[in-house]
C-alpha cells in the first residue's frame, strides 16, 4: 500500500524565511504528485503538482517543489515566505491500486505558522 | 463556475440518528471521493468512486456507506453515527483529464453527541 510521510508536523518561521517542507512516498510505480494548502477555516486548495517532465515544479503564491525519483521526495519550497502563507500544507500522491484503480493518499500536514 | 457543494456545512446530531451528507459536483469528473480530517492525522479516505455504481473503500470505511447513482452525486451516509464519527469531512472530485487533481468541497462539520 502507498504511503505518504510529511517529517514536519508543525513549522514557525518569521517573515522572509526560506521555507521547505519535506515530503516522503512509498511507491514504486508511476505516481502523480500534489502539493495542497488549507488556510484557516477553508477547504484544501491546490498548490502545485508534478505528473510529468521537468521534475521543478512551480505552483501559486511563489512556491515550487522538486521531485527526485530516487529519493522518492517531493518536498515544497519557498525562498521568503509571508504572513499569508500561515497555513496547513498536504502532500499527496496518486498512484494505480492493484485493481488498477486510481488511489490517492494524503500525507499527516505540516502546519506553518508565519510570525510577522 | 467549477465547484463541489457540500450539505450540510454543520450538523450536531446524537448517537444513533442516521445522517446523509450530500456531494455534488458540476465538472463532469468520473472520481469522487470522502475524506475526514481529524487533528494530527491528516485526510483520511473513507470511500471513493470511480464513476456511477462503482465505488471502494478507503482507508476508514467502517461505519459509513456511499452510493454513485449519478455522475454528479456521491452521498455519505452514516446509518448510526456514533461520536468517533465527530470530524471535518470533505467531498473532492477528480478526472484523469486533470492528472487526478482533487477538487475540495467546503467541508461538513459534525458532531455526534
Known amino acids: 500500500a502507498q504511503s505518504v510521510s510529511q517529517h514536519n508536523h508543525h513549522v514557525i518561521l518569521s517573515e522572509a524565511a526560506s521555507l521547505e517542507l519535506g515530503c516522503n512516498y512509498s511507491?514504486?510505480?508511476?505516481?502523480?504528485l500534489f502539493w495542497y494548502v488549507q488556510y484557516p477555516g477553508q477547504h484544501l486548495q491546490l498548490l502545485l503538482k508534478?505528473?510529468?517532465?521537468?521534475?521543478l515544479v512551480k505552483g501559486i503564491k511563489g512556491f515550487e517543489a522538486e521531485f527526485i525519483k530516487s529519493k522518492f521526495s517531493f518536498n515544497l519550497r519557498k525562498p521568503s515566505v509571508q504572513w499569508s502563507d500561515t497555513a496547513e500544507y498536504f502532500c499527496a500522491v496518486n498512484a494505480a491500486d492493484s485493481g488498477g484503480y486510481q488511489k490517492v493518499t494524503f500525507g499527516t500536514g505540516t502546519k506553518l505558522q508565519v510570525i510577522p | 463556475e467549477a465547484q463541489v457543494t457540500q450539505n450540510p456545512r454543520y450538523l450536531i446530531t446524537v448517537t444513533g440518528k442516521k445522517l446523509t451528507v450530500t456531494c455534488s459536483q458540476n465538472m463532469n469528473h468520473e472520481y469522487m471521493s470522502w475524506y475526514r480530517q481529524d487533528p494530527g492525522l491528516g485526510l483520511r479516505q473513507i470511500y471513493y468512486?470511480?464513476?456511477?455504481?462503482?465505488?471502494d473503500k478507503g482507508d476508514v470505511p467502517e461505519g459509513y456507506k456511499v452510493s454513485r447513482k449519478e455522475k454528479r452525486n456521491f452521498p455519505l451516509i452514516l446509518e448510526s453515527p456514533s461520536p468517533n464519527q465527530t470530524s471535518l469531512y470533505f467531498c473532492?472530485?477528480?478526472?484523469?483529464?486533470?492528472?487526478?487533481?482533487?477538487?475540495f468541497g467546503p467541508g461538513t462539520r459534525l458532531t455526534v453527541t
Open positions: 468512486s470511480m464513476n456511477v455504481e462503482v465505488t
Open positions: 511507491y514504486g510505480g508511476t505516481v502523480n
Open positions: 508534478y505528473f510529468s517532465g521537468d521534475p
Open positions: 473532492a472530485s477528480s478526472s484523469p483529464d486533470e492528472s487526478y487533481e482533487q477538487y
